[in-house]
């Protein structure tokens, strides 16, 4: 079964970095669609970054220029590099996977199961 593992996350103070990572696992399927969302307790998930198989990407208007997403397609493994970070980033991040068969047919898409960032001031 699709699995993906996430690291990377623990304390920081403001205008530090982290850099996490997700890993999926259990699937021999295409990953189209790699992504990072956010959730703060009782909000809604936001996207925060995304990027395609063929490397375009998509970044919320709060972390362009702080945050870096990439991919390794060999290694089914997703990063976000966070540079410069702010309270207001504190949250629960999660990442995501969409996979598609070889056709193109969507087949599933995946959760990981959070990992905590927080942005001390």
């Known amino acids: 079964q699709v699995q993906l593992v996430e690291s990377g996350g623990g304390l920081v103070q403001a205008g530090g970095s982290l850099s996490l990572s997700c890993a999926e696992s259990g699937s021999i399927s295409i990953i189209h669609t790699m992504a990072w969302y956010r959730q703060a307790p009782g909000g809604q998930r936001e996207l925060v970054a995304s990027?395609?198989?063929?490397?375009?990407?998509n970044y919320a208007g709060s972390v362009k220029g702080r945050f870096t997403i990439s991919r390794d397609n060999a290694k089914r493994t997703v990063y976000l590099q966070m540079n410069s970070l702010k309270p207001e980033d504190t949250d629960v991040y999660y990442c995501?996977?969409?996979?598609?068969?070889?056709?193109?047919?969507?087949?599933?898409?995946?959760w990981g199961q959070g990992t905590q960032v927080t942005v001390s001031s």
């Open positions: 995501y996977a969409d996979l598609k068969s070889r056709i193109g047919q969507p087949l599933q898409a995946a």
């Open positions: 990027i395609t198989r063929g490397g375009s990407t």
